[in-house]
């Protein structure tokens, strides 16, 4: 995998079968989509609509019904190995260890990647100063606020020097301002590392805040809209975010954003 690896998706199907109803979720329909490297993407839909889905479909832990999912010419569930420290996941809580400090928390990527132990203390250490927690680096994370732990957790996705980050949800389980903080963080870290990430999101202001390109889904991930940032003037700013904001509403797309 080379490190200017596209995201392919191609006609990509996943039909979950609900265990205990026996019904048939089409969780992702047909999805087509090609991420370049290094763009930001921001992912909003409805819930139920097939996001989450996706990255798990991107890093390998379900496998595709039909079509397909490659990166940079690899397949995440079948090549499973080959995208060891490669990808990245922030999720909405934090799933760090609360048997592991800080410290350990960052470092675990890289002991599973295989990286020397001096050099992961180092670059763990590192990544806890860069987001502020080095008096922090032996606390446990019940000791830490919600906002810290985050930080932890973006800690970890960075250290392993990831090609793309996927972030779900992540900071919409804190209050505003510490969202908006971590959330540029979040953007200012990538664009550094010129890493490619996806960040899905509910709302639009994250999104918007973001997203080089936003992609609004329908049901099973229909493509309602996919639109990229720096094609709109800054003054139509306001057009752009009503006509994504109709699209979520209406799950349907709006012809203010059919432009080619
Ligand atoms: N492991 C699973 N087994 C069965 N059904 C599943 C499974 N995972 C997801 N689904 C179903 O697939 C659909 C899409 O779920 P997904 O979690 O991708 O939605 P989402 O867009 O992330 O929603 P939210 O915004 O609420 O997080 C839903 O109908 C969900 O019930
Ligand atoms: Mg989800």
Redesign the pocket.
């Known amino acids: 995998m080379s490190a200017s690896a596209a995201i392919e998706i191609a006609q990509l199907r ?1 039909v ?4 205990t109803s026996g019904q048939s ?1 089409v ?2 329909n047909e999805l087509t989509l090609r991420i370049e490297p290094g763009e930001m993407v921001a992912i909003v ?10 990255f ?1 479909l991107l890093i390998g832990l ?1 496998h595709p019904t039909s079509g397909r999912i490659s990166i940079g010419g690899k397949t995440p569930y079948d090549d499973f190995n080959a995208f060891r420290g490669k990808i990245a996941t922030i999720f909405q809580q934090d799933r760090l260890f609360p048997w592991r400090s800080a410290l350990d928390n960052v470092k675990l990527p890289l002991e599973l990647i295989g990286i020397a132990e001096d050099v992961q203390h180092t670059r763990a250490m590192d990544w806890l100063k860069r987001l502020g927690l080095e008096k922090f680096a032996n606390a446990y994370p019940r000791e830490l606020s919600g906002g810290m732990r985050q930080r932890v957790a973006i800690a970890r996705a960075f250290a392993v020097q990831p090609e793309i980050l996927l972030a ?2 992540s900071f919409s389980a804190l209050d505003e301002v510490t969202a908006g903080e971590l959330r540029k963080t979040f953007v200012a870290l990538a664009r550094e590392f010129n890493s490619t990430a996806i960040l ?1 999101t ?1 709302q639009l202001e994250e999104a918007m805040s973001v997203g080089d390109r936003i992609i609004v ?1 329908g049901k099973s991930a229909a493509l309602l809209a996919d639109v990229r940032v720096a094609d709109w003037a800054p003054a139509d700013y306001p057009v752009l975010r009503a006509a994504i904001q109709n699209t979520l509403q209406a799950n349907a797309p709006d012809a203010r954003l059919a432009r080619t």
């Open positions: 996943k979950f079968r609900q265990t979720v969780a992702i839909g409805q819930t139920g609509c097939g996001k989450s889905t996706l798990d379900e779900d949800e899905i509910h889904f």
